[in-house]
């Protein structure tokens, strides 16, 4: 490809790639210490919770609308059917299955489920207009010029996406919350591939609020909260991973192909 290689803006990257996150991160601590310490019953600590993701989802979706929309017009779609019956179900349906699985009895009724839901729905929403709608392209974007920028920003979204799970050490052992960290790692992998070629931001989110809502479930045994490695998460973690590296490298040749071509033309 011909011409001259923008520098990486550093201070930018840092804003995007720490910045934003940390920010998202302190926002949620500050309101769950806030909640604490009024003694707010769990119920309508989840639900307040939710109510402020989704406000915070609007207002970063706000900010950030053109850098979305920009996006998703960059991004290379391929055919529904195809894109459905190989990538979309496979992995997140098999992550609600395992959860099901592990379900050994409902806590509670109707209304902790309906706010199990709900927290999972914005969670979804919040995290990917953040990490992917917004870090991701925001990143792509300073790398534009590389070869390899699609990989080295999915590899940063996706790298900070799990080092914020890290805040969850106040609720959640140190071996819980490190597997929790590498199943983020991977599904943020797979959410950048299913991203890039999906072109439609909606799309992750429905797959995110799908993970989530299947991890809040009012159970008596989740797997977030196991105290050891748990095998079936760490192989849906490489399946996942291997998934969105594969996504992500063919999106990188096509865009590269494309590259090519404009430069002949030119």
């Known amino acids: 490809m011909s011409g001259i ?13 720490v910045g934003l996150p940390i920010v998202f991160v302190l926002l949620l601590k500050a309101l769950g210490i806030l909640l604490k310490a009024v003694d707010c019953p769990e119920l309508i600590y989840d639900m307040i919770g939710a109510v402020f993701k989704l406000l915070l989802a609007l207002g970063f979706f706000l ?18 059917f195809l894109f459905c019956f190989l990538y979309l179900g496979i992995p997140f349906f098999g992550n609600a299955v395992m959860a099901i699985l592990g379900v050994k009895e409902l806590k509670s009724g109707s209304i902790e489920i309906a706010v199990a839901v709900l927290s999972g729905i914005a969670a979804g929403i919040v995290e990917e207009i953040i990490f992917r709608g917004v870090v991701y392209n925001r990143l792509n974007g300073l790398f534009k010029g590389k070869r390899t920028a699609c990989v080295l920003a999915a590899i940063l979204s996706s790298g900070v996406f799990a080092l914020c799970h890290f805040a969850n050490l106040t609720s959640y052992s140190f071996i819980a919350v490190l597997t929790q960290a590498i199943y983020a790692f991977a599904a943020g992998m797979c959410f950048c591939g299913i991203y890039l070629f999906s072109g439609k931001l909606i799309v992750t989110i429905l797959l995110h609020s799908i993970v989530d809502i299947c991890a809040n479930l009012p159970v008596t045994q989740k797997l977030t909260q196991v105290n050891s490695f748990d095998p079936l998460s760490l192989i849906l973690s490489s399946i996942l991973l291997v998934e969105g590296v594969v996504l992500i490298l063919i999106h990188q040749r096509k865009i590269n192909k494309r590259g090519e071509q404009s430069d002949e033309i030119k």
């Open 5 to 17: 290689k923008p520098k990486l803006n550093i201070k930018s990257m840092l804003l995007y790639a």
């Open 63 to 80: 900010l950030f609308r053109k850098t979305i929309q920009n996006g998703e017009k960059d991004h290379i779609s391929v055919p529904w």
